[in-house]
């Protein structure tokens, strides 16, 4: 993966060469801790306690820098990835990562921006979803500055040592996050369990002995409220960094899987290319800023930025072949308006039950993945073509031989040819 994170300075403060490359070192020696505070803190959204940070760094010391994830997703998507980059910079002047999988607080659910009870999560599912991150988060951290932990193995506790933790905050004080003042003040419940959650998860900070937490910005309660936890048991509260959150390619709501806003780093490179092409011309500079960590060329056309934005950060995650390929299926389908010269195949039942007739919501949910409601919503929205001919609700059913050799069209970008068996 190439990194297209501002250039970081090295061990002994100097900065890489213009292509990101760290410098040669002739031996170690810490970055003086101003440069390294400004370097690390200059996107941040929050940095606390003021001066905290520059103060550790100035003690020379490997910081442990934590980041808590929940799986209860399976994918890491670019929104994830503005807080990795960050540790990754810490990584490169020399400190080590501590990523916790939240297989424990995963359980319970990250009450953070919920305005209902979170649905609970199976340890199989967890357990999964798990090891996909892990690997997807290894292409952007260095593996060899990384631990991973999982909170079982300190949160297996026993009912003493929960009391000790419940014992480290007040009601009250859990009260003032925002999303549970509302709720509460809504009237609508709010759990035990969630009430536990941020204990948990400061926990983890007294577990490992975090000197720095990152989060982003949604997360600014439960890393204060660590602090308070790691005091509690005599360990020197943390620093906290905050990063912004990126919006999703709607422009509006941040980016989420389960809003269907994402890019996901493992996504294929041109459904990466073409989601990227997307985004509203509002969000181009914070694309750049939070994924690139520069400002668009000036005066360039928007989408000219967005075509650079695409092609970089496809290349990133699948290298500049791929991310050429993706740039050329792109054009050929929405510039030049041809389909691609190379297609899968689907391969569909042509006479099921004696009938040579098929039901196009029922065949666009076999060859695309969706349901066969989405498949007649989109047929009724004018979402689906035939060898180029827009398939309108009014032709459900289709003869298979009018089928076998076509290519069907599912929105912008999907295309299958159909081949009869």
Known sequence: MTDSAAPAPDSAGRAPDSAGRAPHSAGPG?????????????????????????????????????????????????????????????????????????????????????????????????????ETYERQAYTVLDRSRTQVRRNSEWLDMSMEELFRLARTATVAQLLERDDFAERYGSGEPISILELLYPLLQGYDSVAIRADVELGATDQKFNVLLARDVQQAYGIEPQSILTMPILPGIDGVQKMSKSLGNYVGVDDPPEEMYGKLMRIPDSVLSTYYELLLDREPVADMPPRDAKRALAWELTARYHGEDAARAAQERFDTIHVRREAPAEIEEFAFPGDEGGSATVHLPALLADAFGISRSEGRRLLAQAGVKLDGETIGEDRMDLPAEALDGAVIQLGRRRYKRLRRR
Not at 46 to 75: C, F, I, M, N, S
Not at 79 to 101: P, S, Y
Not at 104 to 130: C, F
């Open 30 to 130: 810490p970055a003086p801790a101003p440069e390294a505070a400004r370097f690390l803190t200059r996107n941040v959204v929050d940095a606390l306690p003021a001066g905290d940070l520059e103060r550790r760094l100035a003690r020379g010391r490997p910081l442990r820098v934590k980041l808590g994830v929940d799986p209860t997703t399976p994918d890491i998507h670019l929104g994830h990835t503005v807080v990795l980059q960050k540790l990754r910079e810490f990584q490169e002047l020399g400190h080590t990562v501590v990523l916790i999988i939240g297989d424990y607080t995963g359980r319970v659910g990250d009450p953070s921006g919920r305005s209902s009870i979170r649905p609970q999560a199976a340890p199989e599912e967890i357990d999964r979803n798990a």
